[in-house]
């Protein structure tokens, strides 16, 4: 069974626009949440992290918003930009500094 | 800016060879860790250590080994390549003072023939 899901596989955003990437998890006990950014034949570099404690966190464009209650968090990009298209990963942890990842959200910014 | 450093980059192999896969990272992290990963799917953790001469295996089952000799070292061995091996393999670290957020390399692409 998978703890993490991104249910959406790709997003096209047009530049200058928001976009919104989802991810939803079944796991109660994660309590710290991040999200990662790949692009092609590189490893995932770290974008922005939340914690159970918060609700949001802003860092730049970037911001996540978590939603314990509905077990969802959600990356805002605002404003898109072309260098922002590659593939998003979210994942959870709940201790033991162990992360469990989604399948990933390929994003593409159009100009 | 995170300094892991993973070689080969790219290996094309044929079956029933046996290879390893390096890892390093200059940062003094004490755990490591090693995913795995298919186009499209998501990142599987196959083996990680808390410090040296500590190893577990992860939460996908993977006929690769590891060993943690040095802090700064992580390398991952395949006996007997096969072509069900084919894959990227990525390592990543983090230190214990950091919640859990993990710095990767750039990856290993596998591919056994």
Redesign the interface.
């Known amino acids: 069974d ?1 703890q ?1 899901k991104q249910n959406s ?1 790709s997003l096209s955003v047009q530049e200058g626009r928001i976009s919104i990437l989802n991810c939803d998890y079944t796991n109660s006990m994660f309590d ?1 949440f ?1 999200w ?1 950014k790949k692009y092609p ?6 974008l922005i ?1 939340i ?1 159970s404690i918060k609700d949001k966190n802003e860092d730049g464009r970037f911001t996540v918003f978590l939603n314990k209650s509905a077990k969802h968090l959600s990356l805002h990009i605002v404003p898109s930009q072309p260098g922002d298209s590659a593939v998003y ?1 979210c994942a959870a ?1 709940g201790g033991a ?8 959200t390929r994003l593409t910014i159009n100009p | 800016e995170a300094d892991i450093y993973q070689t080969p980059r790219y290996l094309v192999i044929g079956t029933g060879k046996k290879i390893t896969l390096e890892c390093s990272q200059t940062m003094g992290h004490d755990k490591m860790y090693w995913y795995q990963q298919d186009p499209g799917m998501e990142l599987h953790l196959i083996h990680y250590s808390y410090g040296v001469n500590s190893t577990e295996k992860g939460d996908l089952s993977s006929e690769s080994t590891v060993s943690r000799i040095r802090t700064e070292h992580f390398p991952l061995t395949l006996e007997s390549a096969r072509p069900s091996h084919t894959s990227q393999y990525l390592c990543a670290s983090t230190a214990w003072a950091e919640p859990a957020e993990q710095y990767f390399g750039p990856g290993t692409r596998l591919t056994v023939t």
């Open positions: 998978q993490v596989p710290y991040l990662y034949a590189e490893g995932p570099t770290f992290s914690s990963f942890s500094q162990k992360l469990v990842f989604g399948q990933g």
